[in-house]
């Protein structure tokens, strides 16, 4: 064994568009101590703060930054009174992927998998795509993402899915099972840890944009509704996030009579997530399907899971895989049956111990980051030759 070389690692260049963020990255970071060297290309506008990103990145300018300012404001002015388009696109991001040995890029209708099939059309690296997306033909409408979407799954090495139901999306597509391998994300079950104690008054959180597909007008009916039925049960309403639909909750937990019982916090930084989730009682994800999206996953499930949170959910998506048995489940849009599910945890502390404990052990049987990311490294590896 003197003198042999050891491994090069492989080589992974991770395309998450400007969607690059700490909870999403954090596999990726854990994959770096198994034998992989992963970096990732984002651009703006930034959807995330990329302080919190621990994972090597590079930004790439788009095309409409080299541009330079006057003409930008030209394309500005004929997209408003022409409807000329103006590209955002990432610039050079083709020739930045040569040096690799495996694409990792998201979603089949992004620029960004479109760039990572002209790579490998050049250089002949083997890309793998992640899809979130969980609705058969979505964005097909539209003739470029279909054009997109479609030699995606033709040229593709193959495709990682975090549900059944984003496998079950590919399939009904066309593409063969054989090239969809399913990986958990993952948490961080030593940033994510129970409290030491239980919170008093008890907080029911809901964490999340503040958009209507959320479903946070049924998490405030639920609770009104909860106040009004049990007055003698002490309670609080914790929302955080941001989004259009931010001062108008705001408005209905006053009109709704919530009063002191209900805060909302803006936005808050990842770092402190843990003890905003360590603080609550119960988390609530009451998503709403619409007519283009239901939820994808829920992040905010494993946090609270593993936080030793019970969590109560809508039927939306992912949500019930990712739940299973360790949660309660309502129909979406359902305030009286969400309402219900938060006053069956509030009044039984064996049922809420129950929950709590089933969370914690479903964290640690499928959703340890570290575990996790062992499983995507031996996919990564699957496509060093493909």
């Known amino acids: 064994m003197h003198g042999l070389k050891p491994e090069t690692p492989l080589r992974i260049a991770l395309l998450m568009g400007n969607r690059l963020n700490k909870w999403h990255t954090r596999i990726y970071l854990e994959a770096r101590n198994h034998g992989v060297d992963i970096r990732a290309f984002t651009y703006r506008p930034f959807r995330y703060p990329l302080d919190e990103v621990d994972l090597p ?17 030209l394309e500005g002015v004929e997209n408003r009174l022409f409807g000329a388009e103006i590209s955002e696109r990432p610039s050079g991001l083709v020739e930045r992927l040569e040096a690799f040995d495996l694409i990792h890029s998201w979603e089949l209708f992004t620029s960004d998998t479109e760039d990572a099939l002209e790579a490998r059309a050049r250089w002949g690296t083997p890309v793998l795509v992640t899809v979130w997306d969980n609705i058969p033909f979505h964005r097909e409408e539209d003739p470029i993402f279909a054009a997109r979407k479609a030699r ?83 309670f609080t309403l914790r929302l ?30 990842h770092r402190d997530l843990p003890d905003i989730h360590r603080a609550a009682s119960i988390l609530a994800l009451p998503s709403r399907p619409t007519s283009d999206w239901k939820e994808q996953f829920g992040m905010v499930l494993l946090e609270a899971m ?27 849009g359902d305030f009286v049956g969400l309402a219900d599910s938060l006053e069956r945890l509030l009044l039984s502390q064996a049922r809420w111990q129950k929950f709590r404990q089933a969370g914690l052990e479903r964290c640690r049987a499928r ?16 496509f060093r030759s493909t």
């Open 367 to 382: 959703f340890d980051v570290r575990t996790n990311a062992k499983e995507l490294v031996t996919i990564y590896k699957k």
């Open 152 to 234: 995606a799954r033709e040229e593709a090495a193959g495709f990682l899915v975090y549900t059944r139901e984003s496998a079950r999306t590919l399939i009904a597509e066309g593409i063969e099972e054989t090239r969809i391998h399913q990986v958990f994300p993952g948490i961080d079950l030593e940033t994510f840890k129970p409290a030491l104690s239980t919170p008093n008054p008890p907080c029911i959180l809901g964490i999340g944009r503040m958009v209507e597909e959320k479903g946070f007008e049924d998490l405030l009916q639920a609770a009104a509704l909860l106040a009004r039925q049990q007055p003698q049960l002490d």
């Open 306 to 332: 593993a936080s030793g949170v019970p969590v109560v959910a809508s039927r939306s998506g992912g949500i019930p895989e990712i739940v299973g048995e360790a949660g309660l489940l309502f129909d979406p």
């Open 240 to 269: 955080v996030g941001e989004g259009p639909l931010g001062s108008r909750l705001d408005q209905l937990a006053r009109a709704a009579g919530l009063g002191q019982r209900y805060r909302r916090i803006p936005s808050a930084p």
């Open 57 to 73: 990145h590079e930004v790439v300018p788009t095309e409409a930054e080299l541009r330079g300012l006057p003409r930008r404001i």
